[in-house]
């Protein structure tokens, strides 16, 4: 737990539990790629106290303008609603829109195609970093640039993980929907050029090896993120992920494991040292075991 978070546990407690404020509905992209370290994910640094943590996958919430992508391929609207596990077909749309959206945003990974059975490559020019600031700052749409370049949604290739919603004493509070998905062959990750601070790809075994001590978080270097080991950087949701990501033999085989789109929120739980802990029940077989982040 970060200082933010532990100043707004300490007002929850103090000024008695109130009504929590209205999560606002998210999405974010487990990013996958084999290597011979094992299997990597693109990490990027978030300031500003984002409920998605410090150091998390890219992501974001949803966009009004979301609703104007017409162009999709994949499973349908209604599928995903069913995978998702809710019954509002619209918002399971938002949340696959925003998923993809964000992803292209932050990294220029862009999940689409002129069809079914293909997808766009060599992104990485001047104009599509236009494209991705365009749409960052809000001058342009998502949709706008779809239909620009004649791009349908790929939505077969992202794989729903899970739901998690931020604990009931954060100040700002997110409503995630968790992906996967795999980089396209011939695409490759950058950050956005006005807003990128930190960003890679990292083996999830490695990071977990140096959980315990600031590495991540020097490496960084900024000034939340000196100093602080991974559990003060990062939601319990994306420490989980990664716990499951190291686990893993590869990327096909953790984007094909059949999962239950299980729904976590963190409880705050005093230690008898005083110390808040956020605690995370889960069942083993599902997204990993018991998690307690100070």
């Known amino acids: 737990m970060n200082a933010d978070q532990r100043e ?16 606002r509905p998210a999405s974010s992209v487990v990013l996958l790629k084999d290597s011979s370290s094992g299997l990597q994910t693109f990490l990027t640094y978030r ?11 890219p992501g974001g919430t949803i966009e009004a303008a979301d609703d104007d992508v017409t162009d999709w391929v994949g499973p349908s609207p209604t599928l995903w609603a069913k995978s998702l596990g809710t019954a ?5 749309k938002r949340h696959v829109v925003a998923a993809i959206r964000e992803l292209f945003e932050e990294t220029g990974i862009l999940l689409a195609g002129a069809d079914a059975s293909s997808l766009v490559e060599n992104i990485t020019g001047p104009e599509w970093m236009r494209g991705r600031e365009s749409i960052a700052t809000q001058e342009s749409t998502f949709a706008q640039l779809l239909e620009r370049y004649g791009l349908a949604l790929r939505t077969d290739l992202l794989k729903p993980l899970n739901h998690w919603t931020s604990p009931d004493f954060a100040h700002r509070r997110f409503d995630t929907r968790y992906f996967a998905a795999a980089r396209p062959v011939n695409q490759e990750a950058s950050l956005l050029s006005s807003k990128g601070v930190w960003g890679r790809w990292a083996s999830a075994f490695d990071i977990l090896a140096q959980r315990n001590t600031p590495a991540l978080g020097d490496e960084i270097g900024q000034p939340d993120t000196s100093g602080l080991a991974l559990g003060e950087l990062v939601v319990p949701g994306v420490e989980i992920i990664l716990e499951k990501i190291a686990a893993a033999r590869g990327c096909i085989a953790y984007l094909n494991h059949k999962r239950p789109i299980n729904e976590y929120q963190p409880k705050l739980v005093v230690g008898d040292d005083g110390e808040f802990n956020l605690e995370v029940p889960t069942a083993p077989s599902s997204e990993g075991a018991a998690c307690r982040e100070r």
Do not use: M, N
């Open 8 to 23: 707004a546990a300490q007002a929850w407690l103090e000024f008695g539990e109130r009504t929590p404020s209205k999560p």
């Open 88 to 92: 509002d077909i619209g918002l399971a």
């Open 47 to 57: 300031p500003g106290e984002s409920p998605l943590g410090t150091v998390a996958f």
